[in-house]
């Protein structure tokens, strides 16, 4: 069935029209906002100075930008990352080849 001639599709999002919807989207933008605030005292606390970090600045804009916290965070990690990468990427393989198999053999059945 064609559209009348004369009418608008509605391609996008508009603005909402009831209070309830306000309602709505401002939950869902305080929702947001409060999933990324361990990304921003993430990314804010890397790039302070060692010194600058505690629990009472946690929340402060550093006042000299330095990345020295995500290279610190990286020596420590990259041991166990490697170890995580040696299991998982074999399992993966591993997992795969057996389902591919299971999936041959089930749809010859």
Avoid: C, H
Avoid at 76 to 91: D, E, G, K, Q
């Amino acid at each position: 069935m064609a559209a009348q001639p004369g009418t608008k599709r509605n391609l996008g999002w508009s603005l909402p029209k009831k209070p309830s919807e306000w309602g709505i989207w401002l939950i869902l933008v305080l929702m947001f906002l409060f999933y990324l605030l361990p990304v921003y005292v993430m990314v804010n606390n890397g790039l302070k100075e060692a010194q600058g970090v505690s629990l009472s600045t946690m929340w402060d804009l550093p006042t000299s930008l330095s990345g020295g916290g995500f290279f610190e965070a990286w020596e420590r990690l990259r041991p166990n990352m490697v170890n995580s990468l040696l299991m998982v990427i074999p399992a993966t393989i591993i997992s795969a080849l057996i389902g591919a198999i299971n999936g041959y053999l089930l749809a010859k059945w």
